[in-house]
Antibody, heavy 118, light 109 residues
Framework: QVQLQESGPGLVKPSQTLSLTCTVS??????????WTWIRQPPGKGLEWIGY???????YYSPSLRGRVTISVDTSKSQFSLKLTSVTAADTAVYYC??????????WGQGTLVTVSS | EIVLTQSPGTLSLSPGERATLSCRAS??????LAWYQQKPGQAPRLLIH???SRAPGIPARFSGSGSGTDFTLTISSLEAEDCAVYYC???????????FGQGTRLEIK
């Protein structure tokens, strides 16, 4: 059974960098036609795609976040990571990681709430 | 940039009734549309991919239809557990981009 688990600080100060890691179990992160994605959801709002990465280390980002976001992959640890710089209160959200395939995003991690506040 | 518009914003129906949720794209997305269900306090889960194919483990009462710009998610006979927010989603392979609709909230009376 494929499982994904987000981890990282739940509180980040404004202007600092948000860093999260997603650990994948039950699947090989380094092969196949899969991609590894980050999505976020501000409290009470809808879903926003952040970006995704292939095991080859090629990544694509949402135009609205490009310039602040970096996604990387570590196949040896079966992890992929998110860094978002210069955060503001608008970046407060539940952050999800998910596996992407042609069919769609499945499964998802349980999500982790990151609050941006001083 | 493709925009997905879902309607209605909220739907309130009784158990056993039929639910019809709409997703309209600002330009053609072919059949590359997926539907997700998000129950309160949970991560979303994939229901339908490629407009009409049910994901593994999804009950047969969920069905999808449409192509081009107009898509529908139908729940044939509502159960209490179907109370959730439903999102449509399009993934463009080039330029690589993912767009979600704003969601439809389904309430079970």
């Amino acid at each position: 059974q494929v499982q994904l688990q987000e981890s990282g600080p739940g509180l980040v100060k404004p202007s600092q960098t948000l860093s999260l890691t997603c650990t994948v179990s039950g699947d090989s992160i380094g092969s196949g036609e899969k991609y590894w994605t980050w999505i976020r959801q501000p409290p009470g709002k809808g879903l926003e795609w952040i970006g995704y990465i292939f095991y080859s280390d090629v990544a694509y980002y949402s135009p609205s976040l490009r310039g602040r976001v970096t996604i990387s992959v570590d196949t040896s640890k079966s992890q992929f990571s998110l860094k978002l710089t210069s955060v503001t209160a608008a970046d407060t959200a539940v952050y999800y990681c998910a596996r992407g395939q042609n069919e769609g995003f499945q499964p998802w991690g349980q999500g982790t709430l990151v609050t941006v506040s001083s | 940039e493709i925009v997905l518009t879902q309607s209605p914003g909220t739907l309130s129906l009784s158990p056993g009734e039929r639910a019809t949720l709409s997703c309209r794209a600002s330009q053609s997305v072919g059949s590359y549309l997926a539907w997700y269900q998000q129950k309160p306090g949970q991560a979303p889960r994939l229901l339908i991919h490629d407009a009409a194919s049910r994901a593994p483990g999804i009950p047969a009462r969920f069905s999808g239809s449409g192509s081009g710009t107009d898509f529908t998610l139908t729940i044939s006979s509502l159960e209490a557990e179907d109370c959730a927010v439903y999102y449509c989603k399009y993934r463009s392979k080039w330029p690589p981009r993912v767009t979600f609709g704003q969601g439809t909230r389904l309430e079970i009376k």
